[in-house]
């Protein structure tokens, strides 16, 4: 029972458009929501996080939208940079638990 | 800084071997888990620990077995190594209420 779902295996993006990367969830208690990164061979790499009370999280070319009543966050990156083509995976956690739920991921390519 | 640390890197085991794999962190955090990475299935949450001498079960966590005897080390126990159990392996650490994960660079296993 997958309660964090990324439907987009991978993105392809050109250099300096934007990249939108979906993430759906089921369960209703999660209030605070993560995006990781990872390179491969590399352990993830913490990215940008939400709370269930804001709506909006903005940090330089990254900015998480979460939408409470559909169950759905989005991260947006602007512009996208050769750097950025990595895998990344949504997560959420109710924040007393002490564990994360994950995606499946997304893996991004960004061309030139 | 260390942050967390996961040994070994790679490891090879033949089926029926029993091996433990290393987890050590140096940010006294409380929460300490286990996940196991697979193509498509993204993370999946083994075994975590919300401080020494508590421990408890996550998505996946027939095979495995883990203790926390100390706020620094978490060691995964697999018991007796099946195919199955062929993964990259994260260990992660979190301070107690701030669910952002600190994860290590992760121990490929194969089993043979």
């Known amino acids: 029972d997958q309660q964090v779902k990324q439907n987009s295996p991978s993105l392809s993006v050109q250099e300096g458009r934007i990249s939108i990367l979906n993430c759906d969830y089921t369960n209703s208690m999660f209030d605070y929501f993560l995006w990781y990164k990872k390179y491969p061979a590399e352990g993830p790499t913490f990215l940008i996080s939400i709370s269930s009370i804001k709506d909006k999280n903005e940090d330089g070319r990254f900015t998480v939208f979460l939408n409470k009543s559909a169950k759905h966050l989005s991260l947006h990156i602007v512009p996208s940079q050769p750097g950025d083509s990595a895998v990344y995976f949504c997560a959420a956690s109710v924040i007393s638990w002490g564990k994360l739920q994950f995606g499946a991921g997304t893996q991004v390519v960004v061309t030139p | 800084n260390a942050g967390v640390t996961q040994t070994p890197k790679f490891q090879v085991l033949k089926t029926g071997q029993s091996m433990t794999l290393q987890c050590a962190q140096d940010?006294?955090?409380?929460?300490m888990s286990w996940y196991r990475q697979d193509p498509g299935m993204g993370l999946r949450l083994i075994h975590y620990?919300?401080?020494?001498?508590?421990?408890d079960q996550g998505e996946v966590p027939n095979g495995y077995n883990v203790s926390r005897s100390t706020t620094e080390d978490f060691p995964l126990r697999l018991l007796s190594a099946a195919p199955s159990q062929t993964s990259v392996y994260f260990c992660?650490?979190?301070?107690?209420?701030?669910?952002?994960?600190?994860f290590g660079q992760g121990t490929r296993l194969t089993v043979v």
């Open positions: 940010m006294n955090h409380e929460y």
């Open positions: 992660a650490s979190s301070s107690a209420g701030l669910t952002e994960a600190f």
């Open positions: 620990s919300v401080g020494a001498g508590i421990t």
